[in-house]
């Protein structure tokens, strides 16, 4: 499998889990589970029958949204508020 690595306009490396994701319950009219979203990135999201899920899925999502952006020749945001790593 070929991973493809994705570039900021500065240099560093695009890491999805770098940005922050709303996640926001879904009524049973729409399907129940949750959708997530980065802000950062318009129109990237996800969506899961856990929250868990929904984020695994946008920041999935998020390199296609890379890819496409990329194709069109736009630069790729950095993140607004990086998530930091938690210490172990």
Same mark, same amino acid.
């Not at 979203?37 to 868990?52: A, K, Q, R, V």
């Not at 296609?64 to 998530?83: I, Q, S």
């Given at each position: 499998?070929?991973?493809?690595? %994705?570039?900021?306009?500065?240099? +560093? *490396?695009?890491?999805?889990?770098? %940005? +922050? ?9 729409? #399907? ?10 318009? #129109? ?13 899925? *946008?920041? +999935? ?28």
């Amino acid at each position: 499998m070929t991973t493809t690595t %994705y570039r900021h306009a500065d240099g +560093s *490396v695009f890491r999805p889990e770098a %940005y +922050s994701v709303t996640v926001t319950p879904l009524c049973d009219a729409d #399907g129940g589970g949750f959708l997530a979203t980065i802000c950062d990135l318009p #129109g990237c999201m996800g969506d899961g029958e856990t929250e868990m899920e929904a984020i695994a899925d *946008v920041r +999935s999502a998020a390199f296609a949204w890379a890819e496409g952006a990329l194709a069109d020749g736009e630069e790729l945001p950095l993140p607004t508020n990086p998530v930091q790593e938690a210490a172990e």
